[in-house]
T-cell receptor, first 116, second 113 residues
Framework: DTGVSQDPRHKITKRGQNVTFRCDPI?????LYWYRQTLGQGPEFLTY????????KSRLLSDRFSAERPKGSFSTLEIQRTEQGDSAMYLC??????????????FGDGTRLSIL | SQKIEQNSEALNIQEGKTATLTCNYT??????LQWYRQDPGRGPVFLLL?????KEKRKERLKVTFDTTLKQSLFHITASQPADSATYLC????????????FGRGTQLTVWP
C-alpha cells in the first residue's frame, strides 16, 4: 500500500505529557498537511509544508505545537504539555501541487489522541 | 473567515433512491470544491473535484454541481446502496499556492435496504 501512513494509530497519555506523531506521505507528493478533527466536526487545518518549508500555520496551532518535515519526506507533529482540549484525531494529508494547480489531498487514517 | 454549511447532519434514504447532499459557503469564492467520504475511524477519502468554471462533474454513480452565483454545491449519489453509508464532507480550496482545505461538518448518510 503506497498511501499516507500515520503512526501511532492511537495514543493515550496523561495531561502534561509530550506526544509526537509521525506521518509518511505518498512519496512523489511535495505538499504535506496536518489537520485536527474532533467528534462531529470536519477536519480543521493546522499547518502545511511544501517540501521541507513550513509555509502556513493556523492560529489553532499554539506554541505548544510544533511540526517538522526534515528533507521534505516524513513529518512529525509534537504537542508539548498536553491538555484535555488536545484530545482529537490528528490527520495528515499529502498532495502534489504547483503554482498553477492543486491536486486532491490524500489522507492517512489519523492518530487518535486521548488525554487522561 | 470562510464558512461552509452542509445541509443536515444526517440523511436517511432507501436503497435505490438518489441521495442529494448540499454544501453552501460564504465569503470567499473557492477555485475548487471537493467532496470526500469518511468512514468511522478512518481518514477522508477523495471522491470528486470540481473547478469554479465547471458546472457539473460525474464519476460513475456520483455527480457534483457547482453554482458560484448561489454559492452552493450539490452532491448526488444515484442508485444508492447500503455500502454508500458514510459521512460525506464538502471542502473548499481557494486555489492559492497554499492549497489548504476548509471543511464542512459533514453529512452522515445512511442507506437502508
Amino acid at each position: 500500500d503506497t498511501g499516507v501512513s500515520q503512526d501511532p494509530r492511537h495514543k493515550i497519555t496523561k495531561r502534561g505529557q509530550n506526544v509526537t506523531f509521525r506521518c509518511d506521505p505518498i512519496s512523489e507528493h511535495n505538499r504535506l498537511y496536518w489537520y485536527r478533527q474532533t467528534l462531529g466536526q470536519g477536519p480543521e487545518f493546522l499547518t502545511y509544508f511544501q517540501n521541507e518549508a513550513q509555509l502556513e500555520k493556523s492560529r489553532l496551532l499554539s506554541d505548544r505545537f510544533s511540526a517538522e518535515r526534515p528533507k521534505g519526506s516524513f513529518s512529525t507533529l509534537e504537542i508539548q504539555r498536553t491538555e484535555q482540549g488536545d484530545s482529537a484525531m490528528y490527520l495528515c494529508a499529502s498532495s502534489y501541487g504547483t503554482a498553477d494547480s492543486n491536486q486532491p489531498q490524500h489522507f492517512g487514517d489519523g492518530t487518535r489522541l486521548s488525554i487522561l | 473567515s470562510q464558512k461552509i454549511e452542509q445541509n443536515s447532519e444526517a440523511l436517511n434514504i432507501q436503497e435505490g433512491k438518489t441521495a442529494t447532499l448540499t454544501c453552501n459557503y460564504t465569503n470567499y469564492s473557492p477555485a475548487y470544491l471537493q467532496w470526500y467520504r469518511q468512514d468511522p475511524g478512518r481518514g477522508p477519502v477523495f471522491l470528486l473535484l470540481i473547478r469554479e468554471n465547471e458546472k457539473e462533474k460525474r464519476k460513475e454513480r456520483l455527480k457534483v454541481t457547482f453554482d458560484t452565483t448561489l454559492k452552493q454545491s450539490l452532491f448526488h449519489i444515484t442508485a444508492s446502496q447500503p455500502a454508500d453509508s458514510a459521512t460525506y464532507l464538502c471542502a473548499l480550496d481557494r486555489g492559492s499556492t497554499l492549497g489548504r482545505l476548509y471543511f464542512g461538518r459533514g453529512t452522515q448518510l445512511t442507506v437502508w435496504p
